[in-house]
C-alpha cells in the first residue's frame, strides 16, 4: 500500500478542521495581542529549524544520520504547527484561541519558507552517492492545494454555517489522533526493519528537539512575561509540529517520493504525543 494514499486524506481533514476552528476574531488576536503571536511565530518559523541543524551538526562527532534522515528532520522542522495543539492547548488549560491563530499563521508563513529553507538545506548537504532533487514549484502548488484550499473551504463554512462547522470540528477532532496512529501503523509495517534498526538514534534525536524547542518556548515566554496560559500554549504550539505535512512531501510523487525521508516524522509524530501528552499531565497535576 503508498502511504500517499492514506496521508493525503488525513492532511486535508486536519487542514479543513483547522479552517472549521477559525474565526475572525483569531485573526484579530494579531493586532489586540502581537507579542505572543510573534513570538510562537519566532519560535516555530525560525529557532525551530535552527536548533534541529544544530543538533544534527552537534551529534555529527557520534552519529551520522543519513541525507535521506537529515532531509527528513529537517522538513519536520520546518512545518507549521499540528491542528492537533489545539486539542492539546485545551488539555493543559492554555490559551486556545492563540493556539489556533499560531497555527493558522504558521500554515500560511510555512508556505514560502519551507521550500526557502529546505532548499538551503538540500544546497548544504555533502550528497555523496545520492542524488535528490527538491521541486520548489511544485512543493509550492502542493502545499497550496493541500493546506490553503481545505482552511479556506473550512473558514468560509464556519463564517456562514456556524452550528455545522462546529458539529463537524467536533467529530474531526476526535479522529485526527486515531488517523495519525493508523497511519503510524501501517507505515511501520511497511519498513518495520528500518525502524527498528533505527528507532534508537531518531528517537532520540526527535525527542532531544522536542524537548529543546519546548523548552525554547517556556524560556520566551517566561522572558517576555506572558500569562500561565500563553506560556502553556507556547510550549505545545513550538513543540507540536505538523507530521501529517512532512510525511506527505517526503511520500509525495511530485516532491521527494521516498517513504525513508518520512521516517522521521512517523517517530516524531510518536515522541511528540507521549511527550506533550506528559507536559499536559504535568498541568494538570499543577
Known sequence: M????????I???????LGLALKPADFKLIAERPKPVIIGLVGQIVLLPLIAWGIIKLLAFCYQPSVLFIIGI??????????????????????????????????IITLFTLPLVMAWVMHSIQFSDVSIQ???????????????????????VNLFKPQAAERIHNILKRAAMPALVLLV???????????????????????????????C?????????????????????????????????????LIFNNE???IPAIIYALMMNLILLAYVGITKRK
Open 2 to 9: 503508498n502511504t500517499i494514499f492514506i496521508v493525503l486524506p
Open 11 to 17: 492532511l486535508t481533514l486536519l487542514m479543513f478542521d
Open 74 to 107: 529537517m522538513l519536520v522542522a520546518c512545518s507549521p504547527g499540528g491542528s492537533s495543539s489545539n486539542v492539546f492547548s485545551m488539555l493543559a488549560k492554555g490559551d486556545v484561541a492563540l493556539s489556533v491563530t499560531l497555527t493558522a499563521c504558521s500554515s
Open 134 to 156: 527538491l521541486p520548489i514549484g511544485k512543493l509550492l502548488v502542493q502545499n497550496i492545494v493541500l493546506m490553503v484550499v481545505p482552511i479556506s473551504i473550512g473558514f468560509v
Open 185 to 215: 501503523t501501517v507505515f511501520f509495517f511497511q519498513h518495520k526493519q528500518t525502524i527498528v534498526a533505527e528507532f534508537g538514534s531518531l528517537g532520540l534525536i526527535m525527542s532531544v528537539l522536542i524537548l529543546a524547542t519546548t523548552s
Open 217 to 253: 518556548g517556556a524560556l520566551m515566554a517566561w522572558l517576555f512575561r506572558l500569562s500561565t496560559k500563553e506560556r502553556r500554549t507556547l510550549v505545545i504550539e513550538i513543540g507540536m509540529q505538523n507530521a501529517a505535512q512532512a510525511i506527505t512531501i517526503a511520500c509525495s510523487p
Open 260 to 262: 525513508i525521508i518520512a
